[in-house]
C-alpha cells in the first residue's frame, strides 16, 4: 500500500459516489457514463467512488452483471482523461455482502487498479460485532480498505465504540466514511480513531445533513484534534464543481481557525438542498432518482430511471430542487457544465 495513497486522502478530498447512467429504457448508458467521470475530473475532484449505493446495488444481480464492467469503464475513463495532466486520483470501490461475495468484489477492484475498497455492512445486519470485524479484517487482506458506518435509514446498523475502536486497529485501514446521520455515532468513530492513535487514518463525512458543520469541527480526543478531512458522498456527485470550492474554502477557514456566523447559513443551505435531492421528506426514497433529476437537468444523464422500476422521483420533488437551487446559486455549477458538456460527451 503506497504511503501516497494515506498521504492524499488525508490531505481532504471530494469524492463523488458516481451516479449508473442508464437511457430510457433502462439499459446501461456508456456514453453518459464517461461524461459524467470526465465531469467529475475536470471539476477538480480528488477521486471516485465507484459501485456504491449511488451506483445502484443492483449492478452485482448475476442477470444485471454490471459491478466489473462498470468499476473497468470508470478506471479507464479517469485514467485516459487526467493523462494530459496527470494528478493524484484515488479509486475506490464499494463492496458489499458476506465475507466470499465482499472479498471477490475486493480482488476484482484490486486488479482494476482501484486503491481501496469501501466496505457496506448492511449485509450482517444482526451478527455479533466480532464476527464483522473478522470480516473486515478478511477483506482487508485483499485491498486497502475504507470503513462505512450507514445510517439506518438506507440500510445501515449501529456499531457500539467498541468496535469501532477494535476497527481502527485494522493494519490496512486507510480511511472511514462517517454517514450514521447521527452526532453520537459520528463522535464515536472520530474518538475511536484520534483514541487510536492512528494519525494515517483519513476522515470523510457522509453525514449530508450536516457536510460543513462536520468539517469545519475540531475534536479533541485523546489528546489529539483533528478536523474531519475531506467527504466521500451522494451529495457531491452534484454541483460538483462547486463542492470542491467549498472544500478549499473550508480548508482556508480551518487553517486560519476562524469560523464566522457565515459558516452556519451555509450549512444550514446545503442541508436544504441535500434534503430536496435526497428526499429526507419521504425517508430518502427518491434518492438515487433525485441525483439523476439534477444531473438530467444539466444534460449529463439522459433520464432519471433506476434499475428499480419502482424508485423515482417523489410527488413534488422535482420542484423542491428547482427551489434550491434558485434559493443557493452558489451551490450550483449549471454554467461549468453547460461550458464542457459537449467536450465530455463527445
Known amino acids: ?4 495513497l494515506r498521504r492524499h486522502l488525508r490531505a481532504g478530498q471530494v469524492i463523488p459516489a458516481l451516479p449508473l ?61 487526467l493523462a494530459p495532466k496527470p494528478r493524484d486520483f484515488v479509486l475506490i470501490a464499494g ?29 450482517w445486519a444482526n451478527d455479533p460485532e ?42 490496512q485501514l486507510v480511511g472511514v466514511k462517517i454517514a450514521p446521520f447521527n452526532r453520537y455515532r459520528t463522535i464515536d468513530v472520530v474518538r475511536a480513531v484520534l483514541e487510536s492513535g492512528r494519525d494515517d487514518v483519513a476522515l470523510y463525512t457522509g453525514n449530508d445533513d ?9 475534536f479533541t480526543f485523546g489528546g489529539r484534534t483533528r478536523f474531519i478531512d475531506g467527504g466521500l458522498l451522494g451529495q457531491w456527485g452534484v454541483w460538483t464543481k462547486n463542492a470542491v470550492q467549498l472544500l ?6 480551518r487553517r486560519k481557525l476562524r469560523f464566522d456566523a457565515a459558516w452556519l447559513d451555509r450549512n444550514a443551505a446545503l442541508t436544504d438542498m441535500n434534503a430536496a435531492i435526497f428526499d429526507a421528506a419521504n425517508n430518502f426514497a427518491g434518492c438515487l432518482p433525485g441525483i439523476h433529476e439534477v444531473l438530467r437537468r444539466q444534460g449529463l444523464l439522459r433520464t432519471t430511471a433506476c434499475l428499480d422500476p419502482h424508485e423515482r422521483l417523489s410527488p413534488g420533488q422535482a420542484d423542491e430542487i428547482s427551489r434550491v437551487a434558485r434559493a443557493y446559486p452558489w451551490l450550483v455549477d449549471d454554467t461549468f457544465v453547460a461550458t464542457h458538456r459537449a467536450r465530455w460527451l463527445a
Open 1 to 4: 500500500m503506497s504511503l501516497e
Open 21 to 81: 447512467a442508464l437511457d430510457p429504457r433502462r439499459r446501461w448508458d456508456e456514453k453518459h457514463q464517461r461524461a459524467l467521470i470526465r465531469y467529475y475530473v475536470d471539476a477538480g475532484t480528488g477521486g471516485l467512488a465507484v459501485g456504491v449505493h449511488s451506483t445502484q446495488f443492483a449492478i452485482r444481480d448475476a442477470k444485471i452483471g454490471l459491478y466489473a464492467p462498470v468499476l473497468r469503464l470508470a478506471a479507464e475513463t479517469a485514467a485516459a482523461w
Open 95 to 123: 463492496l458489499c455482502g458476506r465475507t466470499p461475495q465482499a472479498s471477490a468484489e475486493a480482488a476484482i477492484a484490486a486488479g482494476l487498479g482501484y486503491h481501496a475498497g469501501l466496505l457496506s455492512l448492511g449485509a
Open 130 to 171: 466480532s464476527r464483522v470485524l473478522a470480516h473486515c479484517r478478511a477483506v482487508a487482506r485483499e485491498i486497502p480498505l475504507v470503513g462505512f458506518y450507514l445510517q439506518n435509514a438506507v440500510g445501515g446498523r449501529t456499531f457500539t465504540y467498541r468496535f469501532w475502536r477494535q476497527f481502527a486497529e485494522i493494519p
Open 210 to 218: 450536516n457536510i460543513i458543520g462536520d468539517l469545519l469541527t475540531p
Open 248 to 253: 478549499e474554502d473550508i480548508k482556508r477557514a
